[in-house]
């Protein structure tokens, strides 16, 4: 018998993130570790008289892909996987890793020669994301988490543990998680009303970040559930056309940031005219260097947003949990969204998050909104 857990979050991926439609193709893709899960949107896409496609691949092969592939194998992309990501209408992918150290001693080198092979990939997905709620061909997209020992490991938790704080994140501790998805839905909605329309965001924290973005024109987004589950951000891109480049300042970031397996400690990025003009970690800088020289506009900043579930308080080196948590900002090199009117085309887009909870502030166009990483104002996020 299925963890009943499971089968709700099923049931909110089918029916709420993607809202998936009798005659769509639906891709389900993930470890056959987190076959319980698998199952259970499997038998949610058939009751709501779609077309499942189960894509399921274990961790290793991209382990082995790394390891053994030439140049000219890191370079091909399959038209089979063009052709897939033009003509599905919904993808829920499940990250479900056996071991999340298994890519951090490849080659950096090789990771960026892949990573910028894909890029006609990344960008139809894009596009079709970003087109509106009416069109046709609209992606609609969610990803999820199935806990395993690896991920329990470096949140360092039992499985158990991490099981309880995997699926509270998600309300799905709850009887109706959609009913409360929604409710967290309005509740952030009121922070994008107040966004709407603003110029700038300056970002203060007493550790050294001290970063200005330039928001003027830019869309912002509710993340409540349909794209990334758990959610619980509001983000936007910076606006790289304004005439003092969108971005400027410092960010040290307080977080290690993890990206294909590789941590890289205490991050610092100074910002001139939206681009990362000097970089430093105290571990994984030589990694950190490649990444931002990926491709041309590796170093610019693609996306910019405030996490509000107040639901995750822990850091657990999972980008989907961290950059959610509550107090805490985050922000990403590399592609950004088209449907914020960030159209930055890169193979990398790394998310990397500071937290204000230890003292800090965000402003907005001189009106302080968040201190020591509570909202000011009732009836936002965490202020009931």
């Known amino acids: 018998m299925r963890d009943p857990r499971i089968d709700r979050l099923a049931r909110v991926l089918v029916e709420y993130s993607v809202s998936v439609k009798k005659g769509q193709l639906v891709r389900i893709t993930g470890d056959p570790v987190a076959t319980p899960l698998i199952e259970a949107l499997y038998e949610h896409v058939l009751r709501a008289g779609a077309h499942p496609y ?27 996987a063009l052709h897939e990501i033009d003509t599905i209408h919904a993808s829920i992918g499940i990250w479900a890793e056996t071991n999340t150290k298994g890519l951090s001693r490849t080659d950096p080198r090789k990771q960026g020669v892949a990573g910028k092979a894909r890029k006609p990939i990344m960008h139809t997905f894009m596009q079709r994301a970003a087109l509106g709620e009416d069109d046709p061909r609209k992606l609609r997209w969610t990803g999820t988490l ?31 998680p959609v009913g409360e998805w929604k409710k967290i839905a309005a509740a952030q909605q009121k922070v994008v009303d107040y966004l709407t329309g603003k110029k700038n965001i300056h970002f203060h924290t007493p550790q050294g970040t001290d970063l200005h973005v330039t928001v003027e024109g830019m869309t912002w987004i509710n ?10 951000e509001v983000f936007t891109g910076p606006n790289l056309k304004a005439a003092d480049g969108g971005v400027n300042g410092v960010v040290r970031y307080s977080f290690p940031a993890v990206h294909h397996g590789v941590e890289v400690h205490d991050i610092e990025l100074h910002f001139e005219k939206g681009r990362v003009t000097r970089a430093k970690a105290s571990k994984g ?8 020289d990926l491709d041309e506009n590796a170093r610019n900043l693609g996306e910019i947003a405030v ?3 107040y639901a995750i308080t822990d850091y657990s080196k999972n980008t989907l949990f961290d950059e959610k948590i509550g107090g805490t900002f985050h922000a990403a090199v590399g592609a950004g969204y088209p449907e914020t009117g960030n159209d930055n085309d890169s193979g990398l887009h790394w998310d990397m ?9 965000i402003t907005v166009d001189g009106e302080v909104i968040s201190r020591d990483g509570a909202f000011v104002f009732e009836g936002w996020p965490g202020r009931g």
């Open 223 to 232: 993340c409540c559930g349909k794209e990334n589950f758990p959610d619980g």
């Open 54 to 80: 189960v894509r399921s691949a274990p961790d290793s092969l991209n382990e082995m892909f790394y390891e053994l592939a030439n140049d000219e194998q890191l370079q091909f992309v399959s038209p089979l």
């Open 307 to 309: 996490g509000t579930n």
């Open 353 to 361: 998050v500071c937290d204000l909870r230890q003292g800090g502030t």
């Open 146 to 176: 199935f806990p395993t020992l690896a991920s329990a490991q470096d949140a360092e938790m039992s499985l158990r543990q991490y099981e309880e704080f995997v699926f509270k994140a998600g309300h799905l501790d709850l009887d109706d």
């Open 285 to 292: 800088e030589d990694f950190l260097l490649k990444m931002l």
